[in-house]
C-alpha cells in the first residue's frame, strides 16, 4: 500500500531504508492491478426508463469464473446492466462518437438517445505484472518540493482477451433483448477500440504533474 505521512512515501529511499520504509521485499508499489473490461451501450426503440431507480440493481455473474481450458485465458467477471449518467454527463460523454456535438441536430440526439440508452459494464479481473507500478518521479515535484507520484501500466494479454470476451457476451444481450444499435465505449486498463476488433496489447505511463504542481506554475 502507498501511504502518504508527514511528507514522504512508504517506498521513499533513505539511508536506513534503501528500498524504502517497510519495503526490504522490494515489491512496495509493484504488480498493480486495475478491473479490465470496458463498456458496451445499447439503444432501444421505445423509452426505457432507466434513468429511474438505482444506478446498478442487477449484475450477472454468469462469468465470474471461466475455465481456462475452454476460453484460452485466465480470469472472469460480471455483467452489470446500470445507466448512472445525468443529462449533462450523458452530453459530454454518452453520445455515439458520430453525434453532432453542437446545434440541433446535438439536442435532438440527447433527446432521443437519454431514455433510450442502456449500458453493460464488463467486469474483469486483472493478472498482476510487476512493472504495474506506483514509484516516484525522480525529477517532477509536487507544490512541496516532493517527488510527484508516478503510475505505470500495462495490461496483460490475458486481460484484454477477457475484455473482448465479455464485451461479444455484453454485445449477444443487446441482440437477444432488440437493441437497435450497439455501441463501444471503451476496452482494457489503457486502450479503447470498437469491439469487432481484438483490444491490442496497451500501454500506459502516467505522471500525475497536474496534480502536484504549485498554483502559480
Request: hydrophobic share 35%.
Amino acid at each position: 500500500m502507498v501511504r502518504r505521512r508527514h511528507g514522504c512515501f512508504c517506498f521513499r529511499a533513505n539511508k536506513q531504508f534503501p528500498n524504502g520504509l517497510a519495503n526490504s521485499s522490494g515489491i512496495v508499489g509493484k504488480n498493480l492491478m486495475f478491473n479490465s473490461g470496458g463498456v458496451v451501450t445499447g439503444q432501444f426503440e421505445h423509452p426505457l426508463n432507466d434513468y429511474k431507480g438505482y444506478a446498478v440493481s442487477r449484475v450477472l455473474h454468469d462469468f465470474y469464473e471461466l475455465d481456462p481450458q475452454k476460453v484460452g485465458f485466465c480470469g472472469g467477471g460480471g455483467l452489470d446492466a446500470r445507466f448512472d449518467f445525468t443529462p449533462i454527463s450523458f452530453a459530454f460523454g454518452g453520445l455515439p462518437p458520430d453525434t453532432p456535438r453542437w446545434g440541433k441536430d446535438f439536442k435532438t440526439a440527447l433527446a432521443q438517445n437519454f431514455n433510450r440508452t442502456m449500458e453493460i459494464f464488463c467486469h474483469g479481473t486483472s493478472l498482476p505484472v510487476e512493472n504495474n507500478s506506483f514509484s516516484l518521479d525522480p525529477d517532477l515535484k509536487d507544490a512541496w518540493g516532493l517527488p510527484a507520484l508516478r503510475l505505470t501500466y500495462k495490461d496483460h494479454p490475458d486481460d484484454l482477451k477477457l475484455g473482448n470476451w465479455l464485451f461479444a457476451r455484453a454485445n449477444e444481450l443487446f441482440d437477444a433483448a432488440g437493441a437497435t444499435k450497439n455501441e463501444f465505449s471503451g476496452g482494457g486498463a489503457a486502450v479503447r477500440r470498437p469491439p469487432s476488433r481484438d483490444v491490442p496489447h496497451g500501454k500506459r505511463s502516467q505522471t500525475f504533474g497536474d496534480h502536484f504542481r504549485p498554483p502559480d506554475t
